[in-house]
């Protein structure tokens, strides 16, 4: 039950957890994936543009910081009882959905393409605090 950090690792990552939280920072990973049943996960690091990253938490919020990334990407957010809170410039696409059981989207930032994230959560908020896109700062 107690949290995991993990700073500065290189190659593909992933992190699993039970009942604490995940926080990943500087990681440069190909792909990555991080899920915990309880725990908040927060992730913050180099992007690779072919790359795919996926978070998963049951019941904590899910946290990715895109400053590190190219400003394109796509992201398919999913929540049920959370919010979706980003100051980031995204685009939602046809496909996605907002209703009463639950929020779910297909996103893209810039021009869409490159680095693929999957933030769920199921009863957190999913939040990207900061991002690298055309006409951010």
Not at 58 to 75: E, F, H, M, P
Not at 101 to 112: D, P, Q, S, Y
Request: glycine share 22%.
């Amino acid at each position: 039950g107690g949290d995991i950090q993990r700073r500065e690792l290189k190659g593909a990552a992933r992190v699993r957890g039970v009942g604490g939280g995940i926080v990943c920072d500087g990681v440069t990973a190909a792909s990555g994936r991080a899920g915990t049943g309880s725990g908040e996960i927060k992730c913050a690091g180099p992007v690779d543009r072919k790359g795919r990253y996926e978070f998963h938490s049951k019941s904590g919020d899910v946290q990715i910081d895109l400053t590190g990334g190219s400003g394109d990407a796509s992201l398919e957010l999913e929540t049920f009882s959370g919010d979706l809170d980003t100051g980031c410039a995204l685009t939602m696409q046809p496909n996605g959905n907002g209703s009463r059981t639950g929020k779910r989207g297909t996103f893209t930032m810039g021009h869409g393409g490159g680095a693929h994230f999957i933030p769920k959560t199921f009863s957190g908020d999913v939040r990207i605090p900061g991002c690298r896109s055309h006409g951010d700062n």
